[in-house]
């Protein structure tokens, strides 16, 4: 748990079990200021002081420690960003290895092109966990539930690849028009939810979103799919680099949130 979060049930614990902020510290040898500015999210008190609060409000620590500890920044999110770099180059080569194997005019050996299919899917969908779990710090459930749905349909469509690659059950170009357009659609999605930040975050999410429906609508449309990888480029790159500057305000002095972006300003 993060403040102001904590403040406010350190406040509602104290409340409930009729103390005041003076007697509150008697109880666990802290200074009144010290209890003010903690209860009014002013500042992020340290591991010790969080303990010594709730066993004076005969609180069990156990939950209360586990959302605590996730205002570290989690290993995942470093992961996510190099899988995401990761996923931008091996996808160039899944890209235009599929379009020759589709057209039926390839030179590369099929190691080479499962290989690629499998680096560029396993490093997006660590890519996009990251993002997921990013969002447990920079709320949006429009975009989250974006994300998941675009994780869900890169796996099916990784799982029927790779059944068509070593099956006689189907064959990529049989569906491959549908494939594009379902990554079309989840595109636009995707660009819908980073829209839904609006300047909460500054402009840098919108501009993302924008790039990506527009991505999406070209990729969907099939007609201009080639063209929808221009803005699709930027905004990953985009991804890439809200996605590290993000990762770098948590655990931070400050929450992040709207204010810090603005005070980062000043």
Do not use: H
Not at 68 to 79: H, Q, R, V
Not at 112 to 130: P, R
Not at 232 to 260: D, N, R, V
Request: charged share 15%; glycine share 10%.
């Amino acid at each position: 748990m993060k403040q102001p979060e904590l403040g406010k049930k350190i406040s509602q614990l104290r409340k409930a079990k009729g103390l005041t902020q003076e007697e509150l510290v008697e109880k666990c040898n802290l200074n009144v200021r010290t209890i003010q500015r903690i209860e009014a999210g002013e500042v992020t008190p340290r591991s010790y002081t969080i303990k010594a609060l709730f066993e004076a409000l005969d609180f069990e620590i156990s939950a209360i420690s586990e959302s605590f500890n996730e205002s570290k920044t989690p290993w995942i999110l470093y992961a996510g960003f190099a899988a995401g770099i990761l996923y931008f180059f091996a996808s160039i080569f899944e890209i235009s290895m599929e379009g020759e194997y589709v057209t039926g005019n390839y030179s590369f050996k099929m190691i080479g092109f499962v290989l690629a299919k499998s680096i560029s899917f396993i490093g997006y969908a660590l890519f996009i966990y990251g993002w997921i779990r990013l969002l447990n710090f920079y709320k949006n459930d429009f975009l989250n539930f974006a994300l998941w749905t675009m994780l869900a349909v890169s796996g099916l469509w990784f799982i029927a690849d790779l059944l068509a690659l070593f099956t006689s059950l189907f064959e990529i170009a049989d569906y491959y028009i549908v494939k594009v357009s379902s990554f079309g659609f989840c595109y636009s999605f995707m660009g819908i939810g980073y829209l839904a930040y609006k300047n909460q975050y500054s402009n840098i999410p919108v501009l993302i979103g924008a790039l990506t429906l527009v991505a999406g609508i070209l990729i969907f449309s099939g007609i201009g799919a080639f063209l929808g990888l221009i803005p699709l480029t930027l905004a990953e790159i985009g991804q890439l680099g809200l996605m590290i500057y993000w990762i770098q305000k948590i655990g931070g002095s400050k929450t992040p949130g709207p204010l810090s972006f603005a005070e980062s300003k000043q």
